[in-house]
T-cell receptor, first 114, second 118 residues
Framework: DTGVSQDPRHKITKRGQNVTFRCDPI?????LYWYRQTLGQGPEFLTY????????KSRLLSDRFSAERPKGSFSTLEIQRTEQGDSAMYLC????????????FGPGTRLLVL | AQSVTQPDIHITVSEGASLELRCNYS??????LFWYVQSPGQGLQLLLK??????LVQGIKGFEAEFKRSQSSFNLRKPSVHWSDAAEYFC????????????????FGQGTILTVHP
């Protein structure tokens, strides 16, 4: 069990560019979540997958955001035409479907849009 | 809609002193409750969780939390704080589906920053 990993850990980009983040969950976990955390706030839910199916998306996830989990293992989160307001920490978590589901978080990807 | 309130944005305690971090939730059914800790630049680490049963739950690093349904609270406590406990602490409530199984998103409070003085 190596934990949830995220890549890159830091990303600086210019406004209008596209960025893609990757999340590798704990190997046997079938659920994967994306959250966004801005300075001074708690994480906010963006979306989640059960295996390869995207089951819920937050209203925070605008049309510029897309997430995939094509083979039910790793996931990518892409932001198109980045805006300064997209600057945040993007956190990934994974879990096993169970009666007492517990999410385990990765270290996050910090995005700065200039 | 569910929500979590952490009334204290910043708490300062002396090393060795006791600690209580407050958390109030709003949720229609029996809540599933969590406390996470986040050190600077790091992800979230689970401290403890409550699903059912004993309302006093023990976690890692000597932390405990008590679920009080009448007060809609899930306060985190530690009898003696260590300098390494300085971090940001988040309370969260989990969702359930119609069958009562935990699923989906966590709703977090805005966090409490803990500073520990030597």
């Amino acid at each position: 069990d190596t934990g949830v990993s995220q890549d890159p850990r830091h990303k600086i980009t210019k406004r209008g560019q596209n960025v893609t983040f990757r999340c590798d969950p704990i190997s046997e976990h079938n659920r994967l979540y994306w959250y966004r955390q801005t300075l001074g706030q708690g994480p906010e839910f963006l979306t989640y997958f059960q295996n390869e199916a995207q089951l819920e998306k937050s209203r925070l996830l605008s049309d510029r955001f897309s997430a995939e989990r094509p083979k039910g293992s790793f996931s990518t989160l892409e932001i198109q035409r980045t805006e300064q307001g997209d600057s945040a920490m993007y956190l990934c978590a994974s879990s096993l479907t169970s009666f007492q589901e517990t999410q385990y978080f990765g270290p996050g990807t910090r995005l700065l849009v200039l | 809609a569910q929500s979590v309130t952490q009334p204290d944005i910043h708490i300062t305690v002396s090393e060795g002193a006791s600690l209580e971090l407050r958390c109030n939730y709003s949720y229609g059914a029996t809540p599933y409750l969590f406390w996470y800790v986040q050190s600077p630049g790091q992800g979230l680490q689970l401290l403890l969780k409550y699903f059912s049963g004993d309302t006093l739950v023990q976690g890692i690093k000597g932390f405990e939390a008590e679920f009080k349904r009448s007060q809609s609270s899930f306060n985190l406590r530690k009898p003696s704080v260590h300098w390494s406990d300085a971090a940001e602490y988040f309370c969260a409530v989990g969702s359930t589906n119609a069958g009562g199984t935990s699923y989906g998103k966590l709703t977090f409070g805005q966090g409490t920053i803990l500073t520990v003085h030597p």
